[in-house]
């Protein structure tokens, strides 16, 4: 059994940061790319970044030199860094991770956090 368990989420006004954390636990053998995705209110969940393993990052464009993801492998855990925070940041922001069990397996499997909400007033 895995679990991803997210916090850092709350109310900030325009302008401001907060900090997401995401840690996995349970029978994980390796993780391969962790990320953060986004759904706000009406509109279909979308990718904010990921980190794979050694470390290369991707962004969504809307959110390129606000945010920063990173990971600490030793500890499963995936952060987000989110800066200069804008109304339309506000969603619930979700935690991903690819997820290899046992050492005997092959394949990877996606686990999704609960999802921690981010609002951003104006």
């Known amino acids: 059994q895995v679990q991803l368990v997210e916090s850092g989420g709350g109310l900030v006004q325009a302008g401001g940061s907060l900090r997401l954390s995401c840690a996995a636990s349970g029978r994980i053998f390796s993780i391969n790319t962790m990320g953060w995705y986004r759904q706000a209110p009406g509109k279909e969940r979308e990718l904010v970044a990921t980190?794979?393993?050694?470390?290369?990052?991707n962004y969504a464009d809307s959110v390129k030199g606000r945010f920063t993801i990173s990971r600490d492998n030793a500890k499963n855990t995936v952060y987000l860094q989110m800066n200069s925070l804008k109304p339309e940041d506000t969603a619930v922001y979700y935690c991903n991770a690819d997820i290899r069990q046992y050492r005997i397996t092959i394949a990877y499997t996606a686990y999704w956090g609960q999802g921690t909400q981010v609002t951003v007033s104006s």
């Open positions: 980190v794979i393993s050694g470390g290369s990052t």
